[in-house]
């Protein structure tokens, strides 16, 4: 004679599962790699020098506040490329943590370096 074999236990509720939380720094790390993804940014500042704040996030519940300090090629558009900055590192920050970014604060720092051949 053969037993069946049993059905495991369903799962508990999600919510009754846990809870995973994302560091500040992390979510500020997905942030920069994701700035440096657009061609017009030359660097980005992730720690800060003795006369510029560090770029930062702030993970609050399911909501993230982001400061990025970036150094952009120039000549461009300014005004476009960081309206491109800012819709790509959102559109990343969401989709890699699940977090909704309620506020990015860009601050230009430098413009430099040519964006045909970077330097």
Request: glycine share 6%.
């Amino acid at each position: 004679m053969t037993v069946p074999a049993q059905r495991p236990a369903p799962l508990p509720a999600p919510e009754r599962r846990g809870r995973t939380e994302i560091a500040d720094r992390a979510v500020a790390k997905i942030a920069c790699c994701a700035a440096k993804e657009v061609p017009e940014v030359r660097d980005v500042r992730v720690g800060g020098s003795p006369w510029t704040r560090p770029s930062t996030a702030r993970v609050r519940d399911d909501r993230a506040t982001l400061r990025l300090n970036v150094s952009m090629a120039y000549p461009i558009p300014l005004h476009a490329a960081v309206t491109r900055l800012r819709d790509h590192v959102i559109r990343r920050v969401e989709l890699q943590t699940g977090l909704e970014v309620r506020r990015l604060d860009i601050v230009v720092t430098e413009l430099g370096g040519d964006l045909a051949w970077g330097g």
